[in-house]
């Protein structure tokens, strides 16, 4: 097992990272740019460097400066978190080059399986199917002739990365340009790589996805689906284990189809593969995230599976300790990304101070996030802020658990999509299941505060009080605690 590890990259996930290397006993290391030098997570490793100033580019995406922090403080290995260097393969080489163990896949795995282009004529070569589109990078012409043959809308994504950065639905001709310029411009920001390829835009699926590990000595195994269909702009707001459109056969099926893949590439550590899932029970692969998933909290739920130890015991060299009839998911899960922005002002960015966070907890209720009084949301890194999960024996009841402790979560300083999860989770369409990728876009309108209700309850309460103060007080035959003059 390793001696020290260090976590290039900031947040939840680096603190995430962190907890699991101080209960395998693995000394840490942290980095963090200037913008996060107060953040909790520095604090909690048992050194830190500076990378240097806020921009990303000048700090986490620093391969360079990384490397070099990571043979400074002689560390064994690097867990890369998600995001900024997780599913780049340069990064993944330089790692091995400097005698540091990454822990995710070989670079050589990330390139087949992680860039999108090269997943996606994998698939095609071996029979799993994909949804139509150009496997190669393309020019606007290319993509407007593609939109000719296959009629709009399109859908824009970046080669690497994923994240919902780099992705542009395109309904009409005039706004190919725009997107595709926008599209290429955000991917180099995100992940050093500006490539785009062009797929036909499927309406209303769901978005269901597969977790896998794999020990590098040929054991793969699945843990179970994941349905991530709450989206606005191709970006998560909410997942959920197990879906409820997925039976026992079509599990199975997804499942083998994963690990299939999975050996394809030549995969080694955790990884997912994600599907489009249409009303019929058909899936189509869609691409492969070469690291660990933002939503990786509802699988440890309902499998009981440490997934951060796992990538690093496989990155060890240790074998899967399961097969795959070992595992069996219980209960049900859901997972709800809290970030820092305002739902009923078209989810703006809210930057700031947190002058105060009280967090829910109580039975199967987990919160992820590196946030403390006195942290601050900037605008140079994404507006996630938590992570809030909650586990029941079924979904009725999970769903249930989450109002119960959303309900409970108070952050001072900045606006979150707090109010925004509570009426989703209250939703009956919601409850009954009845979601798709464009829900939020088609179906669903969080409401902003106030309104006629609240006027009423306001009026009233006020009413109350004026009634109670002109009221004589009943005499009592015992004094008052002081517990009940000051409820009254």
Known sequence: MFRKLLVANRGEIALRVLRACREMGIATAAVYSEADRWAHYVSQADEAHLLGPPPARESYLRIDRIIEIAKKARADAIHPGYGFLA????????????????????????????????????????????????????????????????????LLKAAGGGGGRGMRVVRDAPELPRALREASSEAQSAFGDPTVFVEKYVEKPRHVEIQILADGRGAVVHLGERECSIQRRHQKLVEESPSVAVDDALRERMGETAKKIAKLVGYRNAGTCEFLLDAKGNFFFLEVNTRLQVEHPVTEMVTGIDLVKQQIAIAAGERLPWKQEEIRPRGHAIEARICAEDPFHGFAPSIGEIAGVRCPAGPFVRVDTDLVPRSRVSVYYDSMIAKLIAWAPDRAQAIERMVRA????????????????????????????????????????????????????????????????????YASPRPLSAWKRELR
């Not at 979150?416 to 009956?428: A, E, K, N, S, W």
């Not at 088609?442 to 009634?467: I, K, M, Q």
């Open 406 to 473: 959303l309900r409970e979560f108070k952050v001072v300083g900045v606006r979150t999509t707090v109010p925004f999860h509570l009426q989703l989770f209250q939703d009956r369409r919601f409850r009954a299941g009845r979601i798709h990728t464009r829900f939020l876009e088609t179906e669903f309108e969080p409401r902003p505060p106030g309104g006629a209700l609240d006027a009423a309850v306001l009026a009233a309460a006020l009413e109350f009080r004026r009634r109670e103060s002109a009221t004589p007080r």
């Open 87 to 154: 599913e780049n393969a340069d990064f993944s080489k330089a790692c091995g080059d400097a005698g540091i163990r990454f822990v995710g896949p070989p670079p050589d795995a990330i390139r087949r399986a992680g860039n999108k282009i090269e997943a996606r004529k994998m698939a095609e070569a071996n029979g799993i199917p994909v949804v139509p589109g150009l496997s190669r990078a393309v020019t606007e012409s290319e993509a407007a002739d593609f939109a000719r043959r296959h009629r709009f809308p399109i």
